[in-house]
């Protein structure tokens, strides 16, 4: 199971109730970061996350509502004396960022921070363990932006306890079994591969795509997701601002998530102009019907 | 009237309702802060304090629990199209930080920002108008770090209205008489000036001192004013880390108010191991009785 809970929804400047950027992506015994705003650190905190177990920072692009978390974040975790290394992904800029503040602040980390820099003009895949893949793809905003996508493999099915009870099945047989084969026993009889394996999950994704203009391409990269975050800055009421600023409404955002067939759509970074979020829920569920509306310290299973 | 609101609270890394250090003055019309750890934006949002009033900024030292919060304020400044100069007073380095950072946030500001940096080894005055001037001394910390005064100037006395009324004085005497004269009428009587003259208020001073260790010269630099905040990291019981660290106890804070003969003493800036805070207090109060501890949104007028 994975758990995306959203530590920020507002758009630049925060607002009562409406934090920064950030969401926290948790699996099995760790967590990554998609964005870092300021507080993010305060959030994580409220929200009883472990700050130990962030492996991973994912930070779409350089305006501060993005990263200006990430140095207190960083700092606290020095604090809390971590020695694993952290993995921090962000376009070009970011290294400069965390050595400027190094040299300044002279606080120095008890860990390695490594930073790997983005820089794509299409979807590629960015890291990649046993487990899952990240991929990252550009953004259309008024700088360098990556939208990136957690991908879980395709995990092996398990043998049926029913069949492996009772029976004498080879030891070299179970990954023959588990990589597709069908099973033949010592007198000839054939089971077929299907009746004798089950998958306990599909292979989990989601996406996290802030800031962004509208472009068609985008629901390419997403397509198929099971949950994609998109931001609605502005109602379509207001989509001239969205064009001039480079940033979305619920209709596009809905829009993405209809041509790319998601499972579920969040929106999120919602403009301090609006008090209430309730039409954006309207607006984009009139396209797309599957919609959450992403409020602070809201959890999503997927 | 003055008021101080203490908008964060904790040492170095925070805690749940102990944000990092901000302490916000509010004067007749306009605001300063001292120190703008992350987070301080928010804290001015929920506590309901305009962040356009606000006209200078004084950091004490590089730390990142005290300055970090500065990029998202000035950003956020800008972003309400603020058009007002702000004056930032700070160590070397600050200027670096915000050069360090428009460079990598390509965000400019909307306004002027006049970095004012602090250098000096002993008490100096660093900004002065007609109503206060503000000064800097230096601390014992383990980076170059600078305490702050907030001194009202010293208020000419009103002429008394009962004086006034039905008596024709010259428009000439009535500076005379605020500057200190006795006044002398046209028929030679002497009215002396403390008979006819009256103070309404007198002058407010405040002093924010964090983080340092413990050092008797600093009673020194804050003889006799009205509010002392005085750094309160550890309980004595473990001030054998308040030494290591160059940080104060309660009872180090409280010694200084009692040497410096201040009106009231405000700790602050607590170490997260501590979950309650009445030890601190119990601790200041047996060398000094009008001490405060410093909570979340706390205001104190003075």
């Known amino acids: 199971m994975a758990i995306i809970t959203i530590l920020g ?3 630049a400047v925060p607002a009562k109730n409406r934090k ?6 948790e699996l099995d015994g760790h967590s990554m970061l998609f964005d870092c705003g300021e507080g993010t650190q305060f959030q994580l905190i409220n929200f009883r996350k472990k700050i130990h177990k962030i492996s991973h920072i994912f930070i779409t692009h350089l305006h501060g509502d993005h990263f200006y978390g990430l140095a207190g974040l960083l700092s606290t975790m020095s604090m809390l004396n971590r020695s694993k290394p952290i993995d921090i992904f962000g376009p070009q800029g970011l290294q400069d960022y965390l050595e400027a503040l190094e040299a300044i602040a002279s606080s120095g980390h008890s860990f390695d921070v490594n930073v790997h820099i983005v820089n794509t003009d ?13 991929y990252a793809f550009p953004l259309l905003h008024s700088v360098e932006t990556y939208g990136y996508i957690y991908q879980q493999k395709v995990l092996k099915p398990n043998i049926k306890k029913s069949f492996i009870k009772d029976r004498n099945i080879p ?3 179970f990954n023959r079994i588990k ?16 009746d004798i394996t089950e998958r306990l ?3 989990k994704s989601y996406a996290y795509c802030t800031d962004t203009a509208y472009f068609e391409q985008l629901s390419n990269y997403v397509q198929d997701v099971d949950l994609l975050y998109h931001e609605s800055t502005f109602l379509q009421s207001n989509n001239e601002d969205a064009i001039a600023k480079m940033h979305s409404t619920a209709s596009d955002a809905a829009n993405i998530a209809k041509l790319a067939k998601v499972d579920r759509l969040i929106i999120g970074h919602f403009s301090a102009r609006y008090f209430d979020l309730s039409d954006f829920d309207k607006e984009a569920k009139t396209i797309f019907t599957n919609t959450i509306v992403a409020t602070e310290g809201l959890q999503i299973e997927f």
């Open 171 to 173: 030891i070299e047989w």
């Open 201 to 203: 999950k599909s292979p």
């Open 9 to 11: 929804n507002s758009a």
């Open 179 to 194: 990589n597709g084969e069908d099973f033949i026993d010592e007198v000839g009889n054939v089971f077929a591969n299907k």
């Open 20 to 25: 920064l950027s950030a969401h926290l992506l």
């Open 122 to 134: 299409n979807k590629s895949k960015i890291f990649e363990n046993n487990d899952y893949s990240i």
